[in-house]
């Protein structure tokens, strides 16, 4: 069947040194040559694959701008199809204009994620593998991109295929077994289908244990620093932002209102909040600035509780050392250059991580940092190792788990090897719509909605 040819702005639009558009589609080398004029004699559809143009975009026998096409030829392409890649000169209103060239000779628009999907629909690259273009584009660190980038390699399909693989052998011998009994076929083994689904268990357990993991490293982390006034929050801010987010003076309360910003430390992206000092006062506008904190405290993944050392612990030190229980906290003990004045044993004894700082010195902050990825469990992270990068994925291999569980489960009571092999097929159908090849229209609709236009 053959397919229409979409086109879009593949940069970001603004100004820029260059502006991509993409055209892709059995006549995409065809519209291309209506617009483009070769510098030489050739026309796009003369030349052979992975070979670039030098010439102009032309409307009306009016040339538009200088531009650059790079022709790629079905199969051989991101999409699978035919492409052309025409840089022009970046700028709102000049790739506006060669898009809308585009559109003139025949190419329709593209709809978000039209490209990577037609690559899967081609069979390009798998469901999950597409899913990560959309998560190399929106990496905020080394870490989320390094891991973004293997899973588009197919480190994380690799782990799903192993798993499927060899649960599909188990369920198709068994279901010829059952079909074929006059045939010679071998019976399949209790020890060795219980082998199968030990290891099916176990790997598909290890993806899901290191979710939350990969969710930190790729989403970052809502932490909230808190404490009495004065005791250096607004300092801390600013040192682990590398900016002045927050005021910062001698006035106890100058914070007023949540102060919010996202930073990248070690593995970890941290989306932080410079929070009220929490006292009690008769202030109106500070009091209401201290519930908001107090509320952040309680919905956050991680608490920066900072204490000054050179002060001794008072009723509102304590109120937040209780409060923080609850939640994943470090004690950041602050003005570790001054004479210490606080009971920091106290502090020890009730939260489980301590660092001490001063944060107007910058010291402590390697520290800090060590702390926080021992926390969130990124520590020793491993970029190279494939994860599961969001909810969908997870449904998948969660159901998957559950009917090898349930397959464990029949085997263990004594049931038929039948009873087994549904389950077994539950487990492979999960599988199979994680990396998209057993997926409903639905499904590939709700991935690719998500997407940039362009990508």
């Not at 002060?311 to 509102?316: M, Q």
């Not at 004045?341 to 107007?360: F, L, P, R």
Request: with cysteine.
């Amino acid at each position: 069947m053959k397919s229409s040819a979409i086109a879009a702005i593949s940069t970001a639009q603004g100004e820029g040194g260059i502006g991509i558009i993409r055209i892709s589609g059995d006549d995409a080398i065809k519209i291309a040559d209506k617009i483009f004029r070769c510098a030489g004699d050739k026309k796009l559809s003369d030349l052979e694959g992975y070979r670039a143009s030098f010439g102009y975009i032309e409307k009306d026998g009016e040339k538009i701008d200088e531009a650059v096409a790079l022709v790629f030829k079905a199969p051989h392409s991101y999409t699978g199809e035919n492409v052309v890649e025409i840089s022009c000169h970046g700028g709102l209103f000049i790739t506006k204009q060669v898009l809308r060239t585009v559109l003139d000779a025949g190419a329709v628009p593209a709809q978000a994620g039209e490209f990577t999907k037609r690559a899967f629909l081609n069979g390009k690259i798998d469901l999950a593998e597409a899913e990560s273009v959309m998560d190399i584009i929106k990496a905020k660190s080394e870490s989320a991109a390094r891991v973004a980038l293997v899973t588009k390699d197919g480190a994380l399909s690799k782990k799903i295929n192993e798993i499927k693989d060899d649960l599909i052998n188990k369920a198709a011998h068994l279901s010829a077994w059952a079909d074929y009994p006059e045939e010679d076929i071998p019976e399949i083994t209790e020890e060795s289908l219980q082998g199968s689904l030990n290891k099916a268990e176990e790997k598909l357990m290890h993806l899901l244990s290191k979710y939350d993991m990969g969710q930190t490293v790729k989403e970052g982390i809502d932490t909230v620093i808190a404490g009495r006034p004065n005791v250096g929050k607004s300092t801390l801010m600013n040192l682990l932002t590398g900016s002045e987010k927050s005021i910062v003076t001698e006035i106890p309360g100058t914070t007023r209102d949540i102060i919010e910003e996202t930073v990248t430390l070690g593995n970890v992206i941290l989306k932080l909040s410079d929070t009220a000092g929490i006292r009690e006062t008769e202030n109106t506008v500070e009091k209401i600035g201290v519930e908001r904190a107090k509320q952040r405290l309680l919905n956050c993944g991680l608490v920066l509780a900072v204490f000054d050392s050179s002060l001794p612990l008072n009723d509102d030190d304590k109120e937040l050392i209780e409060t923080v229980k609850s939640v994943p906290s470090v004690a950041v003990i602050n003005k570790s250059d001054l004479q210490r004045k606080m009971d920091t044993e106290y502090i020890e004894s009730k939260i489980k991580h301590t660092v001490y700082i001063s944060a107007s010195k910058g010291e402590g902050l390697k520290d800090l940092i060590k702390v926080i990825e021992e926390i969130t469990g990124t520590a020793n992270f491993n970029p190279s190792e494939g994860i599961l990068s969001n909810e969908r994925q997870r449904d998948a291999a969660n159901s998957a788990l559950n009917s090898v569980k349930e397959a464990k489960e029949a085997l263990a009571l004594g049931m038929t090897f039948d009873a087994v092999t549904v389950s077994l097929e539950e487990a492979i159908g999960s599988l199979l719509e994680l990396t998209g090849e057993k997926a409903s229209d639905e499904i590939v609709d709700k991935v690719f909605h998500n997407f940039c236009v362009g990508k």
